[in-house]
């Protein structure tokens, strides 16, 4: 192996230059997407930030239940069908 | 048949006359400029955080909400490009995502880099060095979620400018109606 290629080799993962080896279980990574957006969307909507947590948490909840519900849903329909 | 009454005109709540409903000239044109360097304000605000998420609402003085809107779209962005790599910003080859990617303003940057180690790589074919990309570009699941990450802190970066131009900075008092019209 020359020099070169043996520089371009690399073993340990890089970050930001090498993306995540996720593609097993990578529907959990919804669940901190769905939080941020419910930590964003209440930022800007509450007057008072003293409220910030439980709200976004309730949001966060109610966003999950849901997508969690139509999952069901459409693995019945598929199961079914 | 009952005429109509004429409005009565509203009284000032001193003296008890009629208000003079005519602004008088210096406070209405003070009003005016308060209003003109507010919207200027806000409009530095919403470039600011253009440049960095949360800085708009911390330049305003709305110090806990910057800092949140910072940890939460900094996280999710910074997050996207941890999942993906770099690739994921991409203005030449996803130019639908980037319009999203484009509202953190560093993504110009991640963009303009990312381009430059592909132009690089282009320049190296026929060469040895040609093996080294300098990245490894995502493919699949990995940059499905970190275009998606990427793409969506924006859009709330977007969200979170709009309601930077709107906010009213921390410690300016609007102008009292009753102080323009006395």
Known sequence: MTPISAASVTLAWRPFFEPLPIDAGWFWLCVPLVVGVAVVYKTIKLPHLRDLPLEAIKLAGQVLLFMALAALLLTLLTWLF | ???PTPPTPPKTPKTGKPANLEPSAPKAAAAR???R???GLNLAAAVLGWALPGLGHLALGHTARGLVLAATIGSLWLGGLLIGGISVIDRRDHPAWFIGQMMVAPAWVVDRYHDHLRQTWNRRVGTEAHIDRGYVP???KPEEQGTLY???AGLLNLLAIIDVL????VGVAEPDESEVFA
Not at chain 2, 166 to 169: F, G, I, M, N, W
């Open chain 2, 1 to 3: 048949m009952n005429e």
């Open chain 2, 33 to 35: 400029r308060a209003r």
């Open chain 2, 37 to 39: 360097s507010a919207a």
């Open chain 2, 138 to 140: 995502a493919h699949g």
């Open chain 2, 150 to 152: 990427t793409a969506l």
């Open chain 2, 166 to 169: 709107y906010r009213k900075p």
